[in-house]
């Protein structure tokens, strides 16, 4: 590129506190030093773009070079890093008007002109006038030379700028198009003068520019001991986005390969989702399903989200505002076209389009589980053992995709001895026993402790099947999910026992009178226990064991309050229901016993009761004494 100085130099000042702005943006709108080159590549982008469209109609812009590309060089001697291409370039009042004015957007200005098939095909980044000015992060001068394609040689403008309230501008004779910015950096910038460092940084942030950034190759020289500089160009990026090609031009494995790279896993993805959404929101979206879950899955205040792209513009990591948190596992991108490039967090948190991205990647992403459920079960399973009590959450904080989630739910239920978690609430009112209006569920500490409870005999004996929930999370999902098509959900261990429904008339008649003989001892048991239970009844719950226990239906389970008090909380008191099997043979030697003894063996039941539901007893020393005096006296 050739180019010789020619007039005096005008001296302008800014359109605006420029200081004050500057200190601005690198303090607050920039979070790393990085963003420079990202902001200067991008620039040179739009500008080959320009050119591109304003070509479509002035073919002879191209000045007989039709291959547009950006060149990065160093020199580490003049401590300079230059950001060059051949674009559309800059006019002596293009460079006034948008060097000499921060915060005024070019190419918002260009593309605001465009109509028909040409906006639509604008692969435009700028969208915001600042960019440029991230060069005095790095840099304590900055040089542009430019010559608008088009104009004579002689037509080039030089303007230069130390950042502190005022710029120059000169004439200069400029043969190549286009624009070149030379960064002189401060003194402490040394970082950025290599090319390992450069390359590194490019890759990052511009493999989406799908235009080549090319670099000088260079070699290591065993007798100079460093890299050499040789007269080759070569290109850093993969001149190319991924999620921007159709998905037709984009095979498996190259996705694998992407996850692989957006994810930082070894791994191949379980499954992902590729899709552009147009409308009020425009932006496209490329998100997987990890194989396995991280080992920080269930740290709720983990950093971690999709990558958040602006016009294939990379701007944040982990932007988690993109996500609900219960599908914290997805991995994968998402590039709007309505967000601003200088788009902070907290203007993610209040931003409408970011809501509606969010809104939409759920679906998305329910759509793939579903998907998954329905055409690969085997997969799903595969799923469900990894991240499915994460998505256990989304019953409580998505309510516009509760029902959704809910049909994705998988249980243990009685209907087999597996732990596994495979039976979904359809399957469940699948096998509903005729009359049977309730899906009926019991939470316990663990699958064995669910499984053996006594809570379970009488549906045992009926043939009906009861979901095992044994999650951390089910308690809390279930004061969330309430029913399921119309069924409600019952806990067999709250409240009273209402299968009336499915019992006949003779059984009706007979559990009343059973009930009503019981009553004398009930009264002795509830004299014996006094406050330590709330209620004493006889139950038609049980079949195999003499008693339970039970707390209302508004009312915190044991497991919960157990779950609570682990985790240090304030729990209620909540005094259980003693409900006692009136045909049981030891309830039948408890009520022969004198009313002496009486008062031990009303103490063990209810501690037996007690224990069967995972409770930590109050006085486990009583309970041995009791138990050892009784089993002497037997």
Not at 197 to 222: F, G, N, T
Not at 288 to 300: E, M, Q, T
Not at 507 to 513: D, L, R, S, T, V
Not at 624 to 629: I, L, S, T
């Amino acid at each position: 590129m050739s180019q010789t100085d020619t007039q005096t130099a005008e001296t302008l000042g800014f359109q605006a506190e420029v200081k004050q702005l500057l200190h601005l943006m690198i303090h607050s709108l920039y979070s790393n030093k990085e963003i420079f080159l990202r902001e200067l590549v991008s620039n040179a982008s739009d500008a080959c773009d320009k050119l591109r469209f304003e070509a479509i109609d002035h073919p002879e812009l191209l000045e007989g070079d039709g291959e547009l590309r950006i060149r990065v060089e160093f020199d580490k001697a003049a401590r300079t890093i230059t950001i060059s291409d051949n674009g559309i370039g800059l006019s002596r009042d293009e460079a006034i008007a948008n060097l000499g004015t921060i915060a005024r957007s070019g190419t918002r200005e260009f593309f605001s002109q465009l109509t028909g098939d040409k906006q639509k095909d604008a692969q435009l980044i700028g969208q915001f006038g600042v960019g440029f000015y991230s060069s005095f992060i790095v840099a304590g001068k900055v040089s542009v030379r430019s010559r608008r394609a088009g104009l004579p040689a002689s037509e080039g403008v030089l303007w230069e700028s130390d950042g502190q309230g005022e710029f120059s501008v000169s004439a200069i004779d400029q043969e190549q198009r286009g624009t070149s910015v030379t960064l002189t950096l401060r003194a402490d910038e040394d970082e950025f003068l290599s090319g390992w460092k450069l390359r590194e940084v490019l890759r990052r942030y511009s493999d989406h520019i799908s235009l080549p950034i090319q670099m000088l190759k260079e070699e290591w020289d065993a007798e100079k001991s460093e890299q050499v500089t040789k007269d080759e160009w070569e290109t850093v990026n993969q001149a190319n986005a991924l999620w921007t090609r159709s998905k037709s031009d984009i095979t498996d494995e190259q996705y694998k390969e992407f996850y692989k790279h957006v994810a930082h896993d070894f791994e191949d993805p379980l499954a992902w989702t590729h899709n552009r959404v147009e409308g009020r929101s425009e932006y496209t979206q490329l998100l997987y399903v990890p194989k396995r879950a991280p080992f920080d899955l269930y740290d709720r205040d983990a950093r971690r989200g999709v990558k958040l792209y602006v016009k294939r513009v990379f701007i944040m990591d982990d932007a988690e505002q993109l996500l609900p948190a219960y599908l914290r596992f997805v991995r994968g991108v998402v590039d709007s076209a309505d967000l601003p490039l200088n788009v902070s967090r907290e203007i993610l948190q209040e931003s409408r389009d970011v809501r509606a991205i969010r809104d939409g990647s759920a679906k998305r992403i329910l759509g793939l589980i579903e998907d998954l459920a329905k055409d690969k079960p085997e997969e799903f399973t595969e799923f469900w053992s990894q991240f499915g009590q994460v998505l256990k959450e989304g019953v409580g904080e998505d309510p516009a995709n509760k029902d959704r989630i809910a049909a994705l739910l998988r249980f243990a239920s009685t209907q087999s001895d597996s732990p596994a978690q495979t039976v979904s609430l359809a399957d469940y009112i699948a096998r509903m026993k005729e009359g049977q209006d309730k899906i009926y569920y019991l939470s316990a500490d663990s699958h064995a402790a669910a499984a053996h409870s006594p809570h379970l005999e009488v549906f045992r004996r009926k043939g009906l099947e009861v979901l095992l929930l044994s999650d951390r999370v089910d308690e809390w999902m279930l004061s969330y999910l309430r029913e399921f098509e119309g069924k409600s959900l019952v806990s067999v261990a709250k409240g009273g026992l209402d299968l009336d429904a499915l019992a006949d008339e003779e059984e009706k008649k007979q559990q009343a009178e059973i009930a009503e003989a019981f009553k004398p001892t009930i009264e002795r048991l509830k004299t014996a226990l006094g406050d330590r239970v709330k209620e004493v009844r006889a139950t038609a719950r049980l079949v195999d064991s003499p008693a339970c226990v039970v707390v209302d239906e508004n009312e915190l389970s044991p497991h919960l309050l157990r779950m609570l008090k682990a985790a240090g909380q304030d729990a209620p008191d909540v005094k259980p229901i003693l409900e006692v099997n009136p045909q049981h043979a030891l309830v039948k030697r408890l009520e022969a016993q004198s009313d002496e003894a009486f008062g031990d063996w009303a103490e063990l039941l209810l501690d037996q009761a007690m224990l069967a539901e995972g409770a930590a007893l109050k006085d486990p020393a009583a309970f041995v004494k009791r138990m050892n005096a009784l089993l002497l006296n037997a």
